[in-house]
């Protein structure tokens, strides 16, 4: 059996550790579940977006403003939607994760520029 490494931030880590011992049978049952081929590898949207932005060397007062395409936020109200009606795919929620991450990260960094700004 292969072994693997993987990061969970520490507000999960008493979570992890009441099934800490099932976790491969849980990962085994998923990948039943769900075939690789339904696993989409293809990097959303939004990630290109916020790396592109944040490459540019942005202002604080940039940061502060940026805001991701009109195309990008119709994906995500559209995921929202479907989240909202409980007919999300697995690879929608996954995606859907995604957004709701990145947002928290963002936010974490736009009071950062806001803080270096004043």
Request: cysteine-free; aromatic content about 8%.
């Amino acid at each position: 059996m292969a072994e693997i490494t993987i990061h969970i931030p520490d507000e999960f880590l008493e979570q992890v550790d009441v099934v800490r011992e099932q976790i491969p049978i849980l990962l085994e049952q998923f990948f039943r579940v769900v075939p690789s081929e339904k696993l989409s590898t293809k990097i959303p949207i939004v990630y290109i977006e916020l790396v592109d932005f944040l490459v540019s060397r942005p202002t604080p007062e940039q940061i502060m403003n940026f805001k991701v395409s009109s195309e990008t936020q119709s994906r995500l109200q559209g995921l929202l939607a479907k989240n909202s009606e409980a007919v999300l795919t697995i690879e929608e929620d996954i995606e859907l994760d995604i957004y709701e991450q990145l947002d928290y990260i963002l936010t974490l960094i736009k009071a950062k520029a806001y803080t270096v700004d004043k």
